[in-house]
């Protein structure tokens, strides 16, 4: 069964919140409630160095002579890399370059 867990980029502090911050700062439980905190889940799965994949990182993979980077997003239920180029399913060259929030640039063509 796959961890349930998130973390959380708050704008106002410019800083991603780990999973182990939110639940250590338990009088911050106040402020899921506040709207401009962003809330990623935890897919369940690793990249290729064993860093944990978020919703929100963008990822990269090296594979017949390009370079693709993707967002992982999600929907109807699923965990899936989006971008430039529609690939299904993941693969085990994926490595987590940033996230849409510390890292936008990255997303650029």
């Avoid at 899921?32 to 935890?42: A, E, R, S, T, V």
Wanted: net charge negative.
């Amino acid at each position: 069964m796959r961890e349930i867990k998130f973390r959380a980029w708050q704008p106002i502090t410019m800083r991603m919140l780990s999973w182990e911050y939110l639940l250590a700062h338990q009088t911050m439980m106040c402020q899921f409630l506040d709207p401009d905190l962003k809330f990623m889940q935890y897919t369940g799965m690793h990249d290729k160095n064993g860093k944990e994949i978020y919703e929100g990182d963008i990822l990269k993979s090296t594979q017949k002579n390009y370079c693709l980077r993707m967002q992982v997003r999600y929907d109807n239920g699923c965990f899936y890399p989006v971008g430039t180029f529609n690939i299904l399913g993941w693969s085990e060259e994926w490595e987590v370059i940033g996230n849409i929030y510390e890292n936008p640039e990255l997303l650029k063509p």
